[in-house]
């Protein structure tokens, strides 16, 4: 499983010198609200090396939102984001080096092809084009038959697993995946399953939303709720 | 560069930019053909306003629709979630808005010089042109940026862009309309220094504002 990340280095944990805590992820205070309604209140997280959570909640409960602010596409009211050690204020280009997001849309340029989007994104990620070359991410999600296709001609699955594939190309420290199992089947689910397994194994972190109660991501993710602003353990 | 590349595939796949500018600046000069007599004395005056109304209106078209294909999908998002510097996002855009317009521009003169009957020193009037498109695909870029996530956005671009944009409009027609009629190049040189004074202006704050508008 480790095998599906063979360019990525292996992901060291930022080890704070004050705490000796191995934490990727700390969100403190965190406030966003929308006009008069507030969806997140205060909320406090921590993320560890290695450690996955699930967060469930109702529609509307404010999952999107909470990724939307990690991701920094969204500016939180108040509160702060620090990721391996560096506060969202201070440097906001390094946060978003260290993050990967898959959301609801592809965040891709229909018009252009499959490759040349991932060219693009690695571009910009300062990772080199030629790297997608030996990506074997690009297989196990089908899509080396189909990198001279534009996006526009893709389903919504395949369109997804795009995504996933451009959120990966930069080798993140934590991946963000907002309802990632919208769209896709039975088999790339599962991919998924793995990637997600291998992916914390290798020292990653990983928070997705799901508004799926019965769905299963493995004993490694812990599952949260929000609820009113809060995140709470499901229990 | 790679945001210039990118804008220049989806341009070559898409062709709703260029064409959307050509179409409208080309359908302008022949109208104000047909309004006013072209005569050697009011072409002189006239067809430098023609000339830059068409491109700052089509400019206007053509950025609001560059951007408009960035939201679609949220491909402008994806860019945003990269580590890029936010001035190098904006420059890219202005480069690739740049080039466009230029390419309009190369084809909309040469049917003015035959419309019109025009004598121009190709020289002078490249760098008029350069300094006059810079301004337009600055300041253009920006609130086409701005307007991007609002409903009106067709109404907000032309408000906010053409009372900014009036001075280096003014400065290109004042430029333009001394190349056509030949006359002193003193007073050619203060408006050209006029409108590098201004680009120079656009360039230190539209990028700064740039980064204020596409951070949420």
Redesign the interface.
């Known amino acids: 499983m480790a095998g599906l990340l063979p360019l990525c280095p292996p992901r060291r944990c930022y080890i704070s010198m004050k705490t000796k805590s191995q934490c990727l992820v700390k969100v403190s205070g965190l406030s966003k609200s929308y006009g008069r309604r507030r969806v997140l209140n205060q909320l406090e997280f921590e993320v560890e090396c290695g450690s996955g959570f699930v967060i469930r909640g109702s529609n509307g409960s404010g999952k999107t939102t909470f990724l939307e602010t990690l991701?920094?596409?969204?500016?939180p009211d108040e509160g702060s984001i620090v990721v391996c050690g560096v506060s969202l204020k201070e440097d906001?280009?390094?946060v978003?080096?260290k993050?990967g997001?898959v959301?609801h849309?592809?965040?891709?340029?229909?018009?252009?092809t499959v490759k040349?989007n991932l060219v693009?994104?690695s571009?910009?990620?300062?990772v080199p084009p030629q790297a997608l070359d030996e990506n074997i991410l690009l297989s196990q999600m089908g899509l080396d038959t189909r990198l001279n296709q534009?996006?526009s001609t893709l389903s919504h699955g395949f369109q997804k697993r795009v995504s996933i594939v451009?959120s990966m190309l930069?080798c993140p420290k934590v991946l963000l995946l907002d309802e990632p199992e919208t769209g896709l089947d039975e088999e790339t689910l599962s991919v998924l399953k793995g990637l997600i397994k291998a992916f914390l194994s290798d020292g990653g972190s990983v928070i997705l939303t799901t508004h799926l109660e019965k769905l299963d991501y493995g004993s490694k993710m812990e599952n949260l709720f929000l609820k009113n602003g809060k995140l709470m353990p499901l229990s | 560069m790679t945001i210039a590349w990118k804008d220049f595939l989806l341009e070559i796949r898409s062709k709703e930019v260029v064409l959307a500018v050509l179409v409208f600046s080309l359908l302008s000069i022949v109208v104000f053909n047909i309004a006013f007599d072209p005569t050697p004395r009011t072409v002189a005056m006239v067809a430098p306003g023609i000339l830059w109304v068409a491109l700052a209106f089509g400019g206007i078209l053509g950025l609001s629709r560059a951007f408009a294909l960035e939201v679609e999908n949220g491909g402008f998002t994806g860019t945003l979630l990269t580590p890029i510097a936010r001035d190098a996002f904006f420059f890219g855009k202005v480069i690739s808005s740049f080039v466009f317009m230029a390419f309009v521009e190369l084809i909309l003169v040469p049917v003015m010089v035959i419309l019109f009957d025009l004598n121009i020193p190709v020289f002078l009037f490249i760098i008029v042109s350069a300094l006059a498109l810079l301004a337009v695909s600055l300041v253009g870029t920006l609130f086409a940026a701005m307007a991007i996530n609002t409903r009106a956005r067709e109404i907000l671009m032309p408000v906010l862009f053409l009372p900014v944009i009036i001075p280096a409009l003014l400065a290109s027609v004042e430029c333009t309309e001394i190349l056509f009629s030949g006359q002193s190049s003193i007073n050619l040189s203060k408006w050209i220094g006029l409108l590098a004074v201004f680009d120079a202006v656009y360039l230190i704050v539209t990028p700064f504002c740039f980064g204020l508008v596409v951070s949420d």
Do not use: G, K, W
């Not at chain 1, 991701?71 to 500016?75: D, E, L, V």
């Not at chain 1, 571009?123 to 300062?126: A, E, I, M, S, T």
């Open positions: 991701s920094t596409i969204s500016r906001s280009a390094f978003r080096s993050i997001l959301a849309s592809s965040y891709l340029y229909p018009q252009l040349e693009f994104f571009r910009l990620n300062q534009r996006v451009r930069h």
